[in-house]
């Protein structure tokens, strides 16, 4: 079944340390994205990519980082840099671009940092 | 900016009860909006959207939508709420072409037996 997946789906981390949230699709996508969820605060865009090797960084894109190696794989590092990381994180993919179509999402991936 | 406002953090209906879900954007020109609907834990699902056209939009799961210009709103509505409606509902806005969705704080929906 065609479709993204995320891993893991929940993640803890100790303060300054580094986690990389892995996303891959097998929808044949050109575009994905990044959003971070805060319960009250809907879904806010970190980075997208519409090629592979070109990304784009969203509203909220500071202490986290990602790269576009290939079509299917979007991984995103959030770094110790991130002053706030406990949250829900959800990749996304659409055909060309959000706003020709639906975006389609991953389970999301719930990091906790203690 | 674009920005899309959702007044009710969460409402309560009886299962068998019909539901309206508000939500008003704000936008130069006509964006294309979208519902989405998101159950605990899980990623989102496109419920439906607007591109052009005719206002009223059917959607999966029973669901309706009617864009308004005058009001700048993209009301969900279904007429009898199943115990398996109960999620979180996300408005959406994107500029036609662009590569950005806003997506509204959610709506959180209960249905009581």
């Known amino acids: 079944d065609g479709g993204i997946t995320q891993s893991p789906k929940y993640l803890f981390r100790k303060e300054g340390q580094n986690v990389t949230l892995s996303c891959e699709q097998n929808?044949?996508?050109?575009?994905m994205y990044w959003y971070r969820q805060d319960p009250g605060q809907g879904l806010r865009l970190i980075y997208y990519?519409?090629?592979?090797?070109?990304?784009q960084k969203g509203d909220i894109a500071e202490g986290y980082s990602v790269s576009r190696e290939k079509k299917e794989s979007f991984p995103l590092t959030v770094t110790s840099a991130q002053k706030n990381p406990t949250a829900f994180y959800l990749c996304?993919?659409?055909?060309?671009?959000?706003?020709?179509?639906?975006?389609?999402f991953g389970e999301g991936s719930r990091l906790t940092v203690l | 900016a674009q920005s899309v406002t959702q007044p009710d953090i969460h409402i309560t209906v009886s299962e068998g009860a019909s539901l309206e879900l508000r939500c008003n954007y704000s936008?130069?020109?006509?964006?294309?909006l979208f519902w989405y609907v998101q159950s605990p834990g899980q990623g989102l699902q496109l419920l439906l959207k607007?591109?052009?056209?005719?206002?009223l939009v059917q959607g999966i799961k029973g669901f309706e939508a009617e864009f308004k210009r005058s009001q700048s709103s993209f009301n969900l509505r279904k007429p009898s709420v199943h115990w398996s409606d109960a999620a979180e509902y996300f408005c959406?806005?994107?500029?036609?072409?662009?590569?950005?969705?806003?997506f509204g704080a959610g709506t959180r929906l209960f249905v009581k037996a």
């Open positions: 996304a993919s659409s055909m060309a671009g959000a706003g020709t179509g639906e975006l389609f």
């Open positions: 929808l044949n996508h050109d575009a």
């Open positions: 990519s519409q090629i592979v090797n070109d990304f």
């Open positions: 936008y130069g020109a006509t964006p294309y």
């Open positions: 607007y591109f052009s056209g005719d206002t």
């Open positions: 959406a806005v994107s500029e036609p072409g662009g590569f950005k969705t806003i």
